[in-house]
């Protein structure tokens, strides 16, 4: 079976199986679903711009001549194992300092160097607060680095230890322990699953229950939803539901934050959790969050845009009942700025997004006829990129396989074919395959209303006889055969079709009669 027609198993088309009907993006779309570094950073590393300054409320010691250069690994070494609190401190923030510069930072000799447990236990002098927070951040840039050294960080007691300062009363201790704990958790499913099974979760959602989140600094706020967003990420298996219900309050709040960066972590959280089961998504849709979603869609700001789309395609993902509630908060209002948008990226994801609104029912499809968005989506065709026009040749098929005659027939007026039909060239077999499907599709409904002849003659005037014979050569031989079919059913008797249709004399073009005495469809 090939790759094309699980990909069409995969929508919710009329006449197969509703289970099947999803395109999901890990089968279909890799681009779409990667997690790319540039979408959402899935570990970050406290860098200071000028290491060497005092960037804590604690005053750096000055007096020990070590300070006004850098430590070497084994000072810091012998700093740390020091029975004085003093050199124990001045070597963790010489530590602190190495690990925070840009370039090069020596995490694998600190960690060879058997630093991280000292780190660990330094944590939990909560006489010594200064040391607390050093450890912690020297601890937060190595879990930043390499699976390899994330896992040293675990293996040292780091979860634990950094669970417990989350509520450390030192706001910049409690900050850098949530930091620590989002480096942790971005590491992979695993590691996610062991920070929320020490119990990280609870005292994470405790910083959260004040009836005003302006007490908290933006830093702080922005800190705590991209550690939760961590929380949020990666399937295989996806996050304990009972986490996410217990996270879902605070992310739907968080969703209504004034500040971009906090309103965007949250909207990839969202993201990841619709990026799922039927059953996942349901419990997403339940929280309410749809409409705000679909009011974030209309943000100028690219980082809230993006995750956001990415939530509302990944629900409509679902089944008809899940996607109509994405129509009826006016998700499709939104569309023809999204497909017009500066960003390629943007369009491709709007294109994605309602090609699984037309998977669904001819309602549906008539819905996105009634919104305006065809003449968009006929556009993208024509000037969108090439991975956006993949996108919406799949739309555009899926409209024609679960469009009603009269809808297809409004496909035709908007000037679909001679796009569609100029993708044929395209050196994606599994594209032209899909655009042979819509083009047979719309050929069908022809029929319906005794029209083929006049779509015939479109097809030929438009110079797509020529693109689809061309394909009767064609390597592939679903192609082959998909295009042969067509000729031979509607071009066999070239000059047959073109004396038997005589456009009726209208302004607009050919004028196509459903039946003897009914309005007239022109195209």
Same mark, same amino acid.
Request: net charge positive.
């Given at each position: 079976m090939s790759e094309n027609v699980e990909r069409l198993n995969k929508f919710k088309n009329k006449g197969k199986d509703a289970n099947e009907l999803r395109r999901r993006r890990v089968e279909v779309?890799?681009?779409?679903?990667?997690?790319?570094?540039?979408?959402?950073?899935?570990?970050?590393?406290n860098v200071s711009a000028f290491p060497d300054e005092a960037t804590s409320p604690?005053?750096?010691?000055?007096?020990?001549?070590?300070?006004?250069?850098?430590? %070497?690994?084994e000072e810091i070494?012998?700093?740390?194992?020091?029975?004085?609190?003093?050199?124990?401190?001045?070597?963790?923030?010489?530590?602190?300092?190495?690990?925070?510069?840009? +370039?090069?930072?020596?995490?694998?000799?600190?960690i060879g160097a058997g630093?991280?447990?000292?780190?660990?236990?330094?944590?939990?002098?909560?006489?010594?607060? /200064?040391i607390q927070f050093e450890a912690s951040w020297a601890l937060t840039n190595i879990a930043s680095g390499t699976c390899d050294q994330t896992a040293a960080v675990v293996e040292g007691g780091g979860i634990p230890a950094f669970i417990s300062l989350? %509520?450390? !009363? !030192?706001? !910049?201790?409690?900050?850098?322990?949530?930091?620590?704990?989002?480096?942790?958790?971005?590491?992979?499913?695993?590691?996610?699953?062991?920070?929320?099974?020490?119990?990280?979760?609870?005292?994470?959602l405790s910083l959260l229950a004040v009836p005003d989140l302006s007490v908290f600094s933006t830093g702080?706020?922005?800190?705590?939803?991209?550690?939760?967003?961590?929380?949020?990420?990666?399937?295989?298996?996806?996050?304990?539901?009972?986490?996410?219900?217990?996270?879902? /309050?605070?992310?739907?709040?968080?969703?209504?934050?004034?500040?971009?960066?906090?309103?965007?972590?949250?909207?990839?959280?969202?993201?990841?959790?619709?990026?799922?089961?039927?059953?996942?998504?349901?419990?997403?849709?339940?929280?309410?969050?749809?409409?705000r979603l679909v009011n974030l869609l209309g943000s100028e700001e690219l980082p809230v845009i993006t995750p956001a789309l990415r939530a509302i395609g990944n629900i409509v993902t679902g089944t008809d009942e899940q996607t109509q509630a994405v129509l009826n908060a006016g998700?499709?209002?939104?569309?023809?700025?999204?497909?017009?948008?500066? +960003?390629?990226?943007?369009?491709?994801?709007?294109?994605?997004?309602?090609?699984?609104?037309?998977? &669904? +029912?001819?309602?549906?499809?008539?819905?996105?006829?009634?919104?305006?968005?065809?003449?968009?989506?006929?556009?993208?065709?024509?000037?969108?990129?090439?991975?956006?026009?993949?996108?919406?040749?799949?739309?555009?098929?899926?409209?024609?396989?679960? &469009?009603t005659v009269e809808q297809v027939v409004y496909l035709?007026?908007?000037?679909?074919?001679?796009?569609?039909?100029?993708?044929?060239?395209? +050196?994606?077999?599994?594209?032209v395959l899909v655009i042979l499907d819509a083009i047979t599709n719309i050929f069908m409904a022809g029929d319906k209303i005794g029209e083929s002849d006049k779509l015939s003659l479109m097809v030929e005037e438009s110079g797509g006889l020529d693109k689809i014979e061309a394909l009767q050569s064609h390597e592939n031989e679903m192609i082959y055969k998909a295009s042969l079919n067509l000729i031979e059913k509607y071009f066999s008797d070239e000059q047959e079709v073109v004396q038997s249709v005589v456009p009726e004399a209208t302004d607009d073009g050919y004028a196509f009669n459903i039946s003897e005495n009914q309005s007239a469809f022109n195209f």
């Open positions: 779309n890799v681009e779409l679903r990667k997690a790319k570094k540039d979408d959402q950073m899935f570990k970050r590393r604690l005053q750096e010691r000055t007096q020990n001549c070590l300070s006004a250069r850098q430590w %070497t690994v070494l012998s700093g740390v194992n020091s029975s004085d609190l003093e050199s124990q401190l001045q070597a963790t923030q010489a530590a602190r300092k190495l690990l925070s510069r840009d +370039k090069n930072p020596p995490i694998n000799q600190m630093l991280i447990p000292k780190f660990v236990s330094f944590l939990g002098l909560v006489d010594c607060p /200064p989350v %509520t450390s !009363h !030192h706001q !910049h201790i409690s900050e850098q322990a949530v930091w620590a704990l989002g480096n942790i958790a971005g590491d992979g499913s695993a590691l996610r699953d062991r920070v929320i099974k020490n119990g990280a979760v609870a005292p994470l702080y706020m922005r800190n705590v939803t991209w550690t939760l967003s961590n929380l949020c990420r990666n399937k295989n298996p996806s996050p304990p539901m009972t986490a996410v219900q217990q996270m879902l /309050p605070a992310l739907v709040r968080l969703l209504h934050h004034e500040d971009r960066e906090v309103m965007a972590d949250t909207c990839w959280a969202v993201s990841y959790l619709t990026d799922g089961s039927n059953d996942r998504i349901e419990v997403m849709v339940q929280t309410g969050l749809i409409p998700a499709l209002s939104m569309f023809a700025r999204l497909l017009r948008h500066k +960003k390629a990226n943007i369009q491709k994801e709007a294109a994605w997004t309602l090609s699984n609104i037309t998977a &669904g +029912k001819d309602a549906q499809i008539q819905e996105v006829i009634d919104s305006g968005i065809v003449p968009h989506l006929v556009n993208t065709l024509v000037q969108g990129d090439y991975k956006t026009q993949k996108e919406a040749v799949w739309a555009v098929t899926n409209f024609t396989s679960g &469009g035709v007026q908007a000037n679909v074919l001679e796009p569609l039909l100029n993708l044929l060239s395209s +050196k994606d077999s599994k594209i």
